[in-house]
């Protein structure tokens, strides 16, 4: 038997088909907050440490908020990282566990000049991430060659390997994806170098790129050439990093991290586009067992009809399976108006130990919902669980804490939307429940 059990044990169910759902009555519970948003190129955005979530988001006045959650008492405790810096989803906290018994949250203010660090100390007691640390990361002989100076997304991986280093990978330089380190559990850290660019250089191209670690020695980078809205034929690919190194996926190197930028081309091609296939965008990406990559994208053929498709490479070549059609983008357009995002999808999450686990939020009766979606034989072929029905409110971005291991039972987060208009215009929750095997 499978089920979905809310943390909180006041949460109220309602039994549909035989399955379980949420109920969308305003005196249910479940939620970890009901002032918090969150973008998806800020990850991790939820990790497990020692049978807590650690985790945060942007409220609507722009304060960013850190939070604990006890997966057994189902208690959450929050800290305000910083009072109201930037109403605007893309400023959500990544977090991080560091060497020391520490969690580091890591954040931007959209199109600023710095990466904001704090520290918890997880034996502290109460949550307390103190001040945060500023850190510039713009190294001027890189801005000579890639000019732009504009900070957005934090992404950290912690590599034992690596004698405990820190990487966080963001949107800086040259407003391309950069990496910066540091050896020092987050005290301290380099100035950063140029990923990702596109030659000749164009200071308006962005690759969007989604990260995963093992934890050991490898980072994942699954990415596009640039935002879907400005490149009509966006692809996916994909490189991964390792002891110094940039590699494809079949293990043919790139460069090494003292000759960066690579580019597009250099890497492995996962899915290329076109106008009749549809552009892509990145929503996860994960590994299975054998280390080999696995990643979500969306391919959309219009702005009407995203489709999600579950790619993993087998040692020689990608396959790839569409999942379902998720229907349009989710923000609520103004009357009248052109909608100004209108790739933002439901959005999608692997389970980081069991990618054969995927949850999305799919347009369901003109409504998002989620549900988990789970393949036994590579991808083929996939039983559906719905999480949420017959909702009144969309549910989007689901979100597995990394950390999660397989067989064990799942939580699951998400945002649920009174209103989102815009990135910097909603009123949204984050709630979340446990989903369980019997």
Request: hydrophobic share 35%; aromatic share 14%.
């Given at each position: 038997m499978t089920y979905f059990q809310p943390i909180f044990s006041g949460l109220l169910l309602v039994w549909i088909n035989g399955l379980p759902a949420f109920s969308q009555a305003p005196h249910s519970s479940g939620y970890l907050t009901r002032d918090g948003a969150w973008c998806w190129f800020s990850d991790p955005r939820a990790i497990v440490v020692k049978g807590k979530v650690y985790t945060g988001w942007v409220k609507k006045d722009g304060t960013i908020e850190a939070a604990s959650v006890d997966l057994k008492s189902g208690s959450v405790e929050t800290d305000a990282l910083y009072p109201e810096l930037d109403k605007d989803d893309h400023a959500n906290p990544a977090f991080v566990a560091a060497p020391g018994g520490k969690v580091l949250a890591l954040y931007t203010k959209h199109g600023s000049e710095a990466v904001y660090v704090h520290a918890a100390d997880l034996g502290a007691g109460a949550l307390d991430y103190g001040e945060a640390l500023l850190v510039d990361p713009h190294d001027e002989g890189e801005l000579k060659k890639f000019p732009r100076k504009q900070i957005?997304?934090?992404?950290?991986?912690?590599?034992?390997?690596?004698?405990?280093?820190?990487?966080?990978?963001?949107?800086?330089?040259?407003?391309?994806?950069?990496?910066?380190?540091?050896d020092d559990g987050g005290a301290s850290w380099s100035k950063s170098r140029v990923l990702l660019t596109n030659y000749p250089f164009d200071a308006n191209?962005?690759?969007?790129?989604?990260?995963?670690?093992?934890?050991?020695?490898?980072?994942?980078?699954?990415?596009?050439?640039?935002?879907?809205r400005n490149e009509p034929t966006n692809s996916v690919y994909y490189a991964y990093y390792e002891n110094g190194a940039f590699y494809r996926a079949d293990g043919a190197r790139i460069t090494g991290m003292d000759q960066l930028p690579f580019t597009p081309k250099d890497a492995s091609l996962v899915y290329r586009a076109t106008e009749q296939e549809g552009r892509a965008w990145i929503a996860d990406v994960g590994?299975?067992?054998q280390g080999n990559p696995v990643i979500l994208y969306t391919k959309s053929p219009r702005e009407t009809d995203h489709r999600y498709v579950y790619a993993r490479f087998d040692g020689t070549k990608w396959l790839h399976t569409e999942l379902c059609r998720a229907g349009k983008w989710f923000p609520q357009t103004p009357e009248g108006q052109t909608e100004r995002e209108p790739h933002y999808f439901g959005g999608m999450s692997l389970h980081p130990g069991n990618p054969n686990v995927v949850y999305v939020s799919r347009e369901i009766d003109g409504v998002f919902e989620i549900e988990r979606m789970e393949t036994s034989d590579g991808g083929n072929t996939w039983k559906?669980?719905?999480?949420?029905?017959?909702?009144t409110r969309d549910n989007v971005r689901p979100y597995v804490p990394r950390g999660v291991k397989a067989r064990q039972p799942e939580p699951v987060f998400w945002m649920e939307n009174a209103k989102y208009v815009h990135y910097t215009d909603f009123d949204t929750a984050v709630r979340y429940g446990v989903w369980r095997r019997e």
């Amino acid at each position: 038997m499978t089920y979905f059990q809310p943390i909180f044990s006041g949460l109220l169910l309602v039994w549909i088909n035989g399955l379980p759902a949420f109920s969308q009555a305003p005196h249910s519970s479940g939620y970890l907050t009901r002032d918090g948003a969150w973008c998806w190129f800020s990850d991790p955005r939820a990790i497990v440490v020692k049978g807590k979530v650690y985790t945060g988001w942007v409220k609507k006045d722009g304060t960013i908020e850190a939070a604990s959650v006890d997966l057994k008492s189902g208690s959450v405790e929050t800290d305000a990282l910083y009072p109201e810096l930037d109403k605007d989803d893309h400023a959500n906290p990544a977090f991080v566990a560091a060497p020391g018994g520490k969690v580091l949250a890591l954040y931007t203010k959209h199109g600023s000049e710095a990466v904001y660090v704090h520290a918890a100390d997880l034996g502290a007691g109460a949550l307390d991430y103190g001040e945060a640390l500023l850190v510039d990361p713009h190294d001027e002989g890189e801005l000579k060659k890639f000019p732009r100076k504009q900070i957005t997304y934090a992404n950290p991986f912690h590599l034992k390997k690596e004698n405990g280093r820190i990487y966080c990978f963001g949107r800086w330089t040259g407003f391309k994806p950069n990496v910066m380190w540091s050896d020092d559990g987050g005290a301290s850290w380099s100035k950063s170098r140029v990923l990702l660019t596109n030659y000749p250089f164009d200071a308006n191209n962005r690759p969007y790129v989604k990260y995963a670690s093992d934890g050991k020695s490898r980072i994942h980078i699954a990415f596009t050439d640039g935002h879907p809205r400005n490149e009509p034929t966006n692809s996916v690919y994909y490189a991964y990093y390792e002891n110094g190194a940039f590699y494809r996926a079949d293990g043919a190197r790139i460069t090494g991290m003292d000759q960066l930028p690579f580019t597009p081309k250099d890497a492995s091609l996962v899915y290329r586009a076109t106008e009749q296939e549809g552009r892509a965008w990145i929503a996860d990406v994960g590994q299975d067992k054998q280390g080999n990559p696995v990643i979500l994208y969306t391919k959309s053929p219009r702005e009407t009809d995203h489709r999600y498709v579950y790619a993993r490479f087998d040692g020689t070549k990608w396959l790839h399976t569409e999942l379902c059609r998720a229907g349009k983008w989710f923000p609520q357009t103004p009357e009248g108006q052109t909608e100004r995002e209108p790739h933002y999808f439901g959005g999608m999450s692997l389970h980081p130990g069991n990618p054969n686990v995927v949850y999305v939020s799919r347009e369901i009766d003109g409504v998002f919902e989620i549900e988990r979606m789970e393949t036994s034989d590579g991808g083929n072929t996939w039983k559906t669980e719905p999480i949420t029905q017959h909702s009144t409110r969309d549910n989007v971005r689901p979100y597995v804490p990394r950390g999660v291991k397989a067989r064990q039972p799942e939580p699951v987060f998400w945002m649920e939307n009174a209103k989102y208009v815009h990135y910097t215009d909603f009123d949204t929750a984050v709630r979340y429940g446990v989903w369980r095997r019997e």
